[in-house]
């Protein structure tokens, strides 16, 4: 469709799979909740940005997303959004199940800025987040995870801390994001993140971000998505 084509040329969004969902123009297109759709408006957007516009849609349909953007251009709630609509189509936790959404970055200071983008647009009293981090005291974070959270952040190396000393399981991830893939390679963090996805089912969603497309980062996408959609802003060879 002509109309679709030209808005992705205008908004430099490339595309590949089969069968991509066309993008939405507006926030109400999308289908999120009604208190998820009043934060966003409340916080003064006025649009979707190209990565968001693309690839909730196609996040939306389940599928596995590989999602391509430079920093700054709205990846964490290009995955977030959609989270929160898998978590309301989970049933209930129960007391000692592990997380339903686990989203994986490279620091601390990333985890906690996806978790308070998190409380803000995913109302803390409806959808309960944590976020687990190196450098910090254990106790409150295994407090946190004893209550139940629907959604963990966490950096590789204490979340297998955590895994180890059975503070939490990943038996209920259904939804699983690598956030900033490339710099978590660069860091060194491939090994924690086989150890910590070869605990997840494998008929998961996953979705994996990142501003660069090193051949690292294919290879880790090769090995983790199934037949995933590809959403790249910008240029197509990052
Ligand atoms: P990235 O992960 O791609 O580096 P972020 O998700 O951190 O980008 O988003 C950068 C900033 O843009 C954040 O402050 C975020 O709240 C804001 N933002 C996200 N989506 C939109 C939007 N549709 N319109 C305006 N600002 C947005
Ligand atoms: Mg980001």
Redesign the pocket.
Known sequence: NEEIEEYRKKKNIHISGDGVPKPVYTFEEASFPSYVLSE?LK???????P??SQGWPMALMGRDLIGL??????????YLLPAIVHINAQPYLEPGDGPIVLALAPTRELAV?IQQ?CARFGMSSKIKSTCIYGGAPKGPQIRDLRTGVEIVIATPGRLIDMLDSRCTNLKRVTYLVL??ADRMLDMGFEPQIKAIVSQIRPDRQTLL?S?TWPNEVKAIAAAFLKDPYQVTIGSQDL
């Open positions: 966003v916080a003064g957007f006025t649009e979707p940005s990565i968001q953007a430079e920093t700054g251009s709205g990846k964490t709630l290009a800025q983008e956030d900033e971000w501003a």
